[in-house]
């Protein structure tokens, strides 16, 4: 990163998004990791990230009596707990789905500017489909895909829906729309190219199945057989890590993708398994052994789905599985007992042990989607072939809520995980709902310090899903351009890669407005509002190659007359950047490194060889 250096924050032009955001801004602003929101002073805009002390958490409910959602009650009847203790109800809200759904608003921009801003439909809740190619065999991804498609041709109309897909990266596939025939267009495409998963090998599975079965039957010595368990123990390690950590990283980038979207976020996530839990478990510390090593990014991932009101809904891909015994195939002692892994498969000699273990793998698996459901306030579907009516049902349940607020009476910005308890007057009701948050000391980040530049190269990556926990357009244009005209245009080298650009450079201005609502300031001593930005260019060539880059950092230091000005017309800079001719990706991303937020976004840019 490059030294920041102090910018003047005069002339601004009009923010776009400012508008775009004025009617859903106000229940968007909860956004610390409690999912809350700072009380400001009186002179302070509205949503403004200032340092303040009271913190409010939201919670959203879904409340349903015998499968069907329990409508029209009132703050009376229920009761929350925080850590154990009691706490006042300061708000409460119940949101209805609507008979008629409202289409996303089209955003309509300038020539030659674009906007990190989702479209997304005037709903309760919002849907997000992800199909997880990366903890689910390639057989099982086919059936997933085959049941969508299904359910996309009886769809009730005007569900909205986001599709995602999972294998060494997270895809956007399709953003959020209503349009059936789009989704299922875009179900067909990714069904074309399916990819197997980048750490479940079902080949190399079935040579070590084959080897464990032969060293058994040969009566091996001791050495030989305590040799291979170390083996398998270790490649299973292996596998789960790479799983887990790459599991967390796109669960990350969801959440950060629907920061800006208002409401519940209902994240129906197709898997074979799910290899983490994302709270802490005292009942249950084994159950998720694998994950010990990631708490820090377990954290992060706990602290921005919940910041994002995301409920997750899993779905076991693998449908009713009958155990090895019942299949003709499981004679052999080599049989392959689940279908995702290969953590178990150690001297099994019989039918009877399969069956044993198959049980004891397929209750973990579930426990785990159960547990991940329960944390987030979603629920799970296992051993169903009805793929298509499980999405159909966690689109039902997760679009009726009631969203209750509190300030914990302890103030504990202690950056521990705190419990969330909610009772209901009827014990007949059932509650879901998310069991709990991590209190910040600070809107800084925590120590697994998501301002790294991790979190810059995962903005940067190309093809990955925009974030939107900092909103901005940009208008993308060559110095040529009329529009340019009589501006003040930058001289010298543009990038850190222009020496190595084959061919002539051709320089393109790039012009950003940021929405600073969603910045966090400090108030110096003498009332200045300080801010560290970092602005970041990264251009890919059609051959997915990195060919120049470009990382300014900024302090904004604000007067309150200046401060008052950006509230409304926001914060304007300009980078300039040398491209190659040819179809080029330009990622662009705006980084809060205060905070620890970031707001990306990707730009096609086609560069003229004249």
């Known amino acids: 990163m490059h030294p920041c250096r102090t910018v003047a924050l005069n002339g601004f032009t009009c923010l776009l998004i400012l508008a775009h955001l004025a009617a859903g ?217 790479e799983r887990v950590k790459l599991t967390l990283d796109a669960m990350q980038q969801l959440a950060r993708y629907l920061s800006a979207v208002p409401g519940r976020k209902n994240l129906i996530w197709f898997s074979g398994s799910f290899p983490l839990a994302l709270d802490p478990d005292p009942s249950n510390p084994d159950l998720f052994e694998a994950t010990r090593n990631c708490a820090d990014a377990l954290r992060e991932t706990s602290q921005l789905l919940s910041a994002a009101r995301v409920a997750v809904y899993p779905v076991d891909a693998r449908g009713l599985m009958p155990p090895p015994g019942m299949d003709a195939a499981s004679n052999s002692p080599s049989t392959n007992l689940v279908s995702t892994g290969r953590a178990s498969r150690v001297n099994m000699p019989s039918a009877a042990n399969d069956n044993q273990e198959f049980l004891r793998q397929i209750t973990a698996e579930h426990g785990s989607m159960e547990l991940i459901a329960e944390q987030t306030g979603g629920q799970a579907y296992v051993d169903t072939n009805g793929l298509k009516e499980a999405v159909a049902k966690a689109v039902e349940n997760g679009s009726g809520y009631y969203t209750i607020g509190y300030v914990p009476s302890a103030n504990q910005n202690d950056g521990q995980f705190h419990k969330i308890q909610i009772r209901a007057d009827n014990e007949a009701w059932k509650l879901a709902y998310r069991r709990g948050y991590y209190a910040d000391t600070s809107a800084k980040p925590g120590a697994q310090d998501p301002g790294k530049t991790s979190l810059m190269m995962e903005a940067t990556l190309l093809g990955a899903p925009p974030a939107t926990q900092i909103l901005f357009d940009a208008r993308v244009l060559p110095v040529t351009d009329p529009a340019l005209k009589n501006s003040t245009l930058p001289d010298g080298p543009a990038g850190e890669m222009v020496s190595l650009l084959k061919g002539p450079a051709h320089r393109y201005i790039v012009d950003l407005i940021v929405d600073p609502r969603r910045l966090n300031f400090e108030i110096t001593p003498d009332g200045f509002h300080l801010a560290l930005i970092e602005f970041t260019l990264v251009a890919y060539d059609a051959q997915a190659r990195r060919v120049n880059y470009l990382d300014n950092g900024s302090v904004a230091k604000l007067s309150p007359e200046d401060f008052a000005q950006t509230t409304a017309k926001g914060i304007r800079t300009r980078l300039s950047i040398d491209l190659p001719a040819g179809q080029i990706s330009l990622r662009i991303a705006v980084h809060d490194l205060a905070a620890g937020r970031v707001g990306s976004l990707e730009v096609p840019v086609k560069v003229d060889a004249r």
């Open 25 to 241: 801004q106000g229940q968007t602003r909860a956004s610390s990791a409690a999912q809350t929101s700072s009380a400001t002073p009186t002179t302070s805009p509205p949503g403004m990230l200032l340092h303040t002390n009271a913190n409010l958490v939201l919670v959203d409910v879904v409340v349903t009596e015998r499968g069907n959602a329990v409508r029209g009650l009132d703050k009376s009847h229920f009761h929350i707990l925080d850590d154990g203790r009691e706490q006042p109800i300061t708000s409460f809200d119940e949101r209805k789905p609507a008979s008629v759904l409202t289409p996303a608003r089209q955003i309509k921009l300038p020539p030659n500017t674009y906007t990190n801003l989702p479209n997304y439909p005037q709903a309760s809740a919002v849907n997000v489909l992800l199909l997880d190619g990366l903890n689910t065999p390639m057989a099982d991804q086919k059936y997933v895909r085959r049941q969508m498609l299904k359910y996309m041709s009886a769809i009730t109309p005007g569900t909205s829906l986001a599709i995602f897909t999972l294998s060494s990266r997270l895809r956007m596939i399709e953003g959020f729309t209503t349009d059936a025939a789009q989704l299922a267009k875009a179900l067909e495409k990714a069904d074309a190219n399916p990819r197997p998963s980048v750490v479940l090998d079902p080949e190399f599975d079935s040579a070590v199945d084959a080897t464990v079965g032969n060293t058994v039957t040969l009566n091996a010595n001791p050495g030989a057989v305590e040799n291979l368990q170390q083996f398998v123990a270790d490649a299973a390690a292996f596998e789960m890590d």
